[in-house]
């Protein structure tokens, strides 16, 4: 196939036919835009666009609804003669979690939803969060440099320019990131217990209408393969361990694994492929596309075949990095890979737009920054005919990737370089994937965790009393239908991206 393919519509309709497709949909709002959307573009592409007609369409699974639903169900287990039910059962692990129910209830319902980045170390995981959070309060290095897990979690009450900074039960309040920073540091540099958490205000990587339904928490994680941690405890990486335990612990959130694009084989990669390969295994439909794959340093990328043309080039990069984690395709994983530069993105949000003050004296983390913009720049200018480099490349729909060439040529025609080099530096690509994955799974994930919270103790009881468990029963039924619906769709798009690739 070749790179004209353009997806369903050319598929079913050929190109010199002169008559309509009329689509019938079943399933999710969101769904239903995303693959509206995606056909109207292959659609626009066709040299003779057809009549496209949506009709008959049927919007199920209305994410409110099915959580006003799981709360009603929540409300009885919690009454008092559903209490009754429970004391007259003999079994003691029904006691145990009928107890803990109200917590983690709670606790679910509160429901934070982890981004985890995980990865080699240096690979430049700090960076890239710097980057996301509009804040530059992580420490970065050239060396070996997060040593502990740093949460980072939203606080909708914060200013732009505020950050709280928690750790062992002491809170304290900055107004610049400078102090902030120098406070991390002092803390890292000591070698006490503890993770440090930090809040800031992440508005901005909500989608629309999501803001109050759950909190996001970004969390930074030591390097895996990190020679300091070996080192410091007789060979054994103990910053893997936690990372693999952390993965396991956070079966629903969305994993972010960073690599160099450059540098990303390592001993440590394989035994998290596994790991990863094994739990998406078990997992059905679109939670698969929790596991994000960002080559970083794309500023630092070489091509050595001039015989070549550029974007063959990426592409030959890019499947040898999918061989690489899938074993040669013998992990049956489907990943999905953005090349970025976070220095890049770093460069550009906060010392153009936010305008840190980056004179301070000798600092090479700086320069190293400053020269890794420079390079890239360069790059840009040297392909002329480069229209949005990495985002080009990156794994999101057909139609996202319209929207950065579009908004690249009208920075361009503003001549605002600096917007245009942003769109090619491939993070706004990665934002959007985030963005993505939270409008269509995040609000999931969080009814299906406050329906496990239940689950087990309705199933016990269930023997007593039909009528309750029914409405659990409609409601597991159509969680699964949803899923099943969802990953359909994500597999037709695949499919589509994966013909397009060819
Ligand atoms: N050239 C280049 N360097 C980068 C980029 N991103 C990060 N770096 C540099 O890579 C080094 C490591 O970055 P960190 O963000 O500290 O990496 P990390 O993954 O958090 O490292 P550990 O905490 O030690 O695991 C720093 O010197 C960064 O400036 C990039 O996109 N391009
Ligand atoms: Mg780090």
Redesign the pocket.
Known sequence: MSDEWDGFVNELVSTDANYGLSIKFIGRQIDYDDFKRSLEVQNSKRQNPIKLEFRETEIKYEDDKMWGKVREVAEKVKTDRFKKLVDERKGENLKAAYEKFPDDYKKAEENEFNILFV?L???????ILNALIRHDILP???K???DRICKIKHNEKLKKNQIRLVYQNNKYNFDNDEECLKKFKEISEKNGDGNIEIQVNLSHLYPKGFENKFKIVLIDT??VD?GKSSMENNGTNVHKDITLELLKKNNKSMVVF?AEAARYEADSISKFMDDITAQSEKEKGGFKDRYVFLL?????LTFDDDAKTDDEKIKIKKNAFIDYITDNGKRKFVPRIFYI????QYWISNVIYNKKNVDSGNNT?MR??ED?YDRFNKIIAKYKDKKYYFAKYADVPGYRKEEYENKFNAEMKKDDKTKAVEIQCGMIAFEDAIKDYIERYAFPIKIQSMLETYEYILDDVSKFIRADTKTLENLKKEMEKNQGIQGKIKKNQEEIERKKGK
């Open positions: 990865g170390y240096s690979s430049g995981k700090s960076t970065t290095a050239q070996t440099c997060t030591p390097g990190s960073c970083n340093k794309g500023d630092n530069s976070a220095a890049v983390e190293a920054l890794s």
